[in-house]
């Protein structure tokens, strides 16, 4: 069969994503691609408890950090990783509508997660928390930033995907590339976990 | 059909766009070699400024820079791109695959270190080079004014993308790709090296990236991690560093050991000699490797308990490798040796490498380590673990691997002639500096007094270096000499026992015809004893499937070095900084989106044509 080819419910494999020697190595590449992907954060968390206490010249943690509406973010994200698992159920069962609606949401809840954190940056500088007011501002933009970063990086690769494969049923080709997604976007999640406890509940409880 | 939309297209365009290993690797050989050469250069304008006292050739701000980017161009754009050219051109012969797992990802890892390294050495032009030495410790890296620093910052970090890639596509191609009955514990011990050095790659680089990032925040967009004023801490830098660098040194020994086992092994027509043990030597060094990285911090002032258990895990390390030096000299006994050039190497390696395990252990005891820290002391310890080993290595597995790279036998009088005055030369440059080191020179400093009686053994160590240039030069003539004179050898010049010589000369593109069935360690040796002229085919012969050229790559790299230049003068240029950081994102980015966009599934060799083809090149 050819990679390209659409996949019927008859001819369709247990797991399309690794169905294929490319697709096996993409799977595997990119679980490894995630363990470089965790020693990176942990080198920026453990900058940032390095220094989450150097406020240089800007406020403290715990008189800036809002936790209503940081937990509202993480609410948001943790649903978005409730709906990539159920588009990738639906991908496993050649359900190509419902894994591109699934896709969608969690295209709109990365969005809105974003959005959250965009407003809260900008808070925060009003009230004088800035890259450059001392350490802390600069581990903490630094730490965040780069989770944010990897959120934006994400909805733009779904759009890429979902675009481009509109209109299209499911391939051994295109298979590991949502399922390559969906990896992507619970490691992403995974982190603002940790961001959540070690940046936040710890900023504020000093 | 492939081969004929191949032919029209001139050969330039082939390099620039192939995805096929053996051209990777033969490109990372190339330029690595060139940069070798550069970082060369470099070591003996220091060795000139160094010769006699108060010499005042080459002082203060310009001895910096070189000195940071002779360390820098050795270690990044040097080694670490050579032994990326021979993984590429050996390992997937080695374990019978066709190509490596990710092969577009690959010549763009490639792509990514060449631009990062012109990126870097463009800085000579512009205004001036590095000068806080390749360690860029804080606050010297973070003050240093000019553009310098930025250049080190942007090039390794780019360079650094490529590696990582790298490292992460030859691990997949190791664990996924194995011909058929090539089970872990038969893979050749050089397979092995690239496999926990490419695991290695994959944990310490992300901190380096981390690290240059922090690095380049503070510098172009003021941020404070290092600045004591605002509540920063130099020692996060040093932490960070280390953390990436001692892995990073057994990145790079590790291979060299992979080379020195096949070399001593076909040299001594023998088995190697206790292959697991090997095995979990490199696994266990690898592993060990992560924990230790203070022991560069001893006099940092991280207390005794930090430095006593550093220094424990440090002499930790000596165990698998003396088990190693135990093996290859077993594997000797007893064997009948062929003193070849590559033999000669490695050989010349074992004891060499022995003396600077010895100085690292001595440095690993944290209180002596009081007195050698900074001192060329440190500097003759990692002369020889680099240079007399993993350079020594390099060189072996050049007069080794040159008959399967490139068809031709380099010339073994003339390979004599490199190593003797090489090995030499080296011993006389190095041995003498860890005396230098124990009467109290410091490292990195430009010039010394006449009373302090260092005259002497730095004229030694002078006279040393020109002797390893005269090496170098003769290896060149070498090669030009090899490539003039274009006698082909045959698929298996040494009496190979790994795969990688049981194919014809030269490599076919599909490297193997029919994928081979593995029957146990040195695969093709057993076959030899078995008395088969080949392998034993594991399918019939068939359809190939190949990956597509693709110039994305290429592309995608000049995108990310223009915004490296956007970067470095941001600080300093503002708007057209600016617009070439947009415009080079924007390019990487675009290439990455078309990537995505455009569907390749590759093409397929067609068995008739295969056939045809076979019955050309003969075994
Ligand atoms: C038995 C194994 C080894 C031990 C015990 C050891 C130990 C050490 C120690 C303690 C230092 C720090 C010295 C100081 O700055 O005061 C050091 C420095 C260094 N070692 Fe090793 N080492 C070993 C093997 C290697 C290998 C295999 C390499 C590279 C291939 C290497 C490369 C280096 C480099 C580059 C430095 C200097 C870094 C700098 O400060 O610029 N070492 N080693
Ligand atoms: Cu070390």
């Known amino acids: 069969m050819d990679v390209g080819e659409r996949l019927t419910d008859q001819n369709f494999p247990e797991s399309p994503e690794k169905a294929t020697l490319e697709g096996k190595n993409k799977f595997l590449g ?13 080198t920026l968390f453990g900058t940032y408890l390095g220094l989450r206490n150097s406020f240089g010249k800007g406020p403290e943690a715990s008189e800036i950090f809002q936790l209503p509406m940081v937990f509202a973010a993480t609410i948001i994200l943790l649903t978005s990783s409730l709906t990539s698992v159920y588009a990738v159920l639906a991908l496993k069962e050649n359900r190509v509508k419902q894994m591109r609606r699934w896709f969608f949401i969690t295209l709109l809840l990365g969005l809105s997660f974003l959005g959250l954190e965009i407003y809260e940056f900008v808070e925060y500088v009003h009230e004088g928390h800035t890259f450059t007011s001392g350490a802390f501002g600069s581990a903490f933009y630094t730490l965040v930033g780069f989770h944010g970063g990897h959120v ?3 909805c733009l690769w779904i759009t890429a995907l979902l675009v481009r494969n509109s209109g299209r049923g499911l391939t051994l080709y295109n298979a590991p590339k949502y399922y390559l997604f969906a990896l992507y976007w619970h490691f992403v999640d995974v982190v603002w976990v940790f961001i959540f406890t070690v940046v936040y509940l710890m900023g504020k409880v000093g | 059909m492939s081969n004929a939309h191949a032919a029209n297209k001139s050969v330039l365009w082939d390099w620039l766009t192939t995805v096929d290993h053996k051209k990777i690797g033969i490109l990372y050989l190339v330029s690595g070699g060139f940069f070798f050469l550069v970082g060369g250069l470099e070591a003996v304008l220091i060795r000139i400024q160094l010769m006699n006292p108060e010499m005042t050739f080459l002082t203060g701000n310009l001895y910096n820079q070189v000195l940071t980017m002779h360390g820098t161009t050795m270690i990044f754009l040097a080694a670490m791109p050579i032994i990326f050219g021979f993984m590429n051109a050996v390992v997937p012969l080695q374990i019978g695959a066709r190509d490596v797992a990710f092969p577009f990802v690959n010549s763009l890892g490639f792509w990514l270190f060449f631009f990062g390294g012109i990126l870097l050495n463009l800085s000579w032009f512009l205004g001036g080079a590095p000068d806080a030495g390749w360690t860029a410790y804080a606050p010297l890296s973070t003050t240093s004014t000019g553009h310098g620093v930025d250049f080190y910052v942007l090039g390794l970090q780019i360079a650094g993308a490529g590696t990582l890639m790298g490292g992460i596509n030859f691990l997949v191609t190791i664990i996924n790709m194995r011909a058929p009955g090539m089970t872990f514990m038969r893979m050749p011990l050089f397979t092995w090296t690239a496999f926990v050095t490419s695991g290695l ?85 690898g592993f060990l490797g992560f924990m230790v990285w203070a022991h560069h911090m001893f006099t940092v002032g991280l207390g005794p308990v930090a430095n006593s258990i550093f220094a424990v895990a440090t002499m930790a390390i000596a165990i698998p490798t003396g088990v190693k030096i135990f093996n290859w000299v077993f594997t000797m006994w007893g064997g009948k040796i062929r003193f070849t050039t590559a033999n000669l190497f490695s050989v010349g390696f074992i004891p060499t490498f022995v003396m600077g395990g010895v100085t690292g252990v001595m440095l690993a005891v944290a209180p002596a380590d009081y007195q050698y820290h900074d001192s060329y002391f440190v500097v003759a310890h990692f002369h020889y673990v680099i240079v007399g080993g993993l350079i020594l290595g390099l060189f072996s597995g050049l007069y080794y691997w040159y008959p ?4 031709l036998m380099l010339n073994e009088a003339l ?5 003797w005055t090489f090995f030499i030369g080296f011993h006389l440059t190095f041995f003498p500096q860890h005396f230098l080191g124990l009467m109290g020179m410091p490292r990195r400093y430009f010039t010394y007094p006449e009373e302090f009686g260092l005259g002497s053994l730095n004229f030694i160590s002078t006279i040393g270096a020109v002797f390893m240039t005269v090496g170098t030069i003769i290896f060149i003539i070498n090669v030009v000499v090899t490539h003039a004179k274009g006698k082909k050898v045959s698929g298996d010049p040494w009496d190979g026992r790994t795969l990688e010589w049981a194919i014809p000369n030269p490599t076919p593109h599909y490297n193997f ?12 040796w057993i076959e030899k004893m078995a008395g088969n002229k080949k392998m034993t ?10 990956p597509n050229n693709s110039v994305l790559p290429l592309f995608m790299s000049i995108g990310f070095f223009i915004a490296g230049f956007g970067f470095i003068y941001y600080s300093s240029a503002g708007a057209p900084a600016l617009i070439a950081i947009i ?19 590759g093409h397929h060799l067609h068995k008739e044509d295969l056939l045809k083809e076979d019955k050309g090149v003969d075994a």
């Open chain 2, 404 to 407: 399967r790279m490139f068809g």
């Open chain 2, 583 to 601: 415009v080079g994102l924007g390019i990487g980015l675009a290439c990455m989106f078309l990537r995505s966009w455009i569907d390749d599934h």
């Open chain 1, 152 to 154: 934006l990086f994400g």
């Open chain 2, 415 to 419: 390979g004599k002639w490199n190593f």
């Open chain 2, 201 to 285: 790659i994959l944990f310490a680089f992300p901190a380096l990236t981390i690290g240059l990032f922090l690095l380049m925040f503070e510098r172009v967009f003021e941020a404070n991690f290092f600045d004591a004023n605002m509540g920063g801490n130099a020692i996060i830098w040093e932490h960070i560093f280390w953390i990436f660098g001692h892995p990073e040194v057994y990145i790079l020994i590790l291979p060299a050991f992979g080379i020195i086992s096949e070399v001593v092994a076909t040299f001594s027509r023998k088995r190697l000699f206790g292959y697991s043990a090997m095995v979990f030597a490199t696994v266990l060094i």
């Open chain 2, 537 to 546: 085919p594991a399918e019939p012969v068939g359809d190939i499937h190949m």
């Open chain 2, 513 to 524: 015809l029919q994928t081979p069935l593995v029957r146990g360690l040195d695969a093709l």
């Open chain 1, 30 to 42: 990119f679980w490894l691609f995630l363990g470089g992907e965790t020693v990176l954060f942990a």
